[in-house]
Structures are given as structure tokens and as C-alpha cells.
């Protein structure tokens, strides 16, 4: 896998809003951790599991930040995974560790984020 360009691909499918397009790039079985779900959902554990509930949360997500836009600083590869670190919603740097099933599609992700 070119790791840079499934980063390029991810963060131009967030500033593009386009909800179908994010999901592409997702298993149905996703699971993702991110201090993001507490402020969004108020689900305190932070994280959600299926694709349909993420596809939700990141609905909600998007309307509530309609100015959203990733800003890419770096990639980084390890086996069957990346880490890109990027500028993200309010002024936050972020670090996203996704970590890719035997088709290519993300299947856990784990988000952090300065404060």
C-alpha cells in the first residue's frame, strides 16, 4: 500500500464533506477510539464499533464542524497500518493510528489530539 497516497485520498475525502466518500474507506466492522466521540456522541468511553454507527457519528460530526478541514504534516507506515498526523478541527494537531484488514480497508482507528 502507498501510504502517502491513501493519506492524500483520506484527508481530501474529509474536506470534501462528502460523508460517502469518507466511508469508503472503512470495514463494516470498524472500530474507532477518539476523545472526539465524548464531544460529539457524550459517549464517555470514546469509542464506537460498526460502520453504521460511526457513519452516524461522523454525520453529526460534520454538522457540527461545517468548517472542518484536515490540513496533512506527515505519514507514517507500519505493518498493515499508518499514522498521519495532521491539523484538524479547532486548532488541534492530531495523530490517527489506522490499522487495515486483508482488503485494504480500515478497521481500527485510534485518534489523538493536542488540547
Do not use: C, R
Not at 460502520?51 to 490540513?71: G, M, S
Not at 498526523?85 to 479547532?90: A, C, E, L, N
Not at 480500515?106 to 493536542?114: C, E, G, L, P
Amino acid at each position: 500500500m502507498d501510504a502517502q497516497k491513501f493519506a492524500q485520498e483520506w484527508i481530501n475525502s474529509w474536506n470534501s464533506h462528502d460523508l460517502e466518500n469518507i466511508m469508503d474507506h472503512y470495514a463494516d466492522d470498524i472500530e474507532i477510539i477518539t476523545p472526539m466521540i465524548k464531544l460529539v456522541a457524550g459517549i464517555e468511553n470514546g469509542s464506537l464499533i460498526g460502520k453504521d454507527l460511526i457513519k452516524d457519528y461522523w454525520n453529526k460530526a460534520l454538522l457540527k464542524f461545517p468548517d472542518l478541514h484536515f490540513e496533512l504534516i506527515a505519514v507514517t507506515s507500519g505493518v498493515n497500518s499508518v499514522a498521519l498526523y495532521y491539523k484538524s478541527i479547532m486548532n488541534k494537531m492530531s495523530i490517527e493510528v489506522m490499522f487495515f484488514d486483508d482488503k485494504g480497508l480500515v478497521n481500527k482507528m485510534i485518534a489523538h489530539y493536542t488540547n
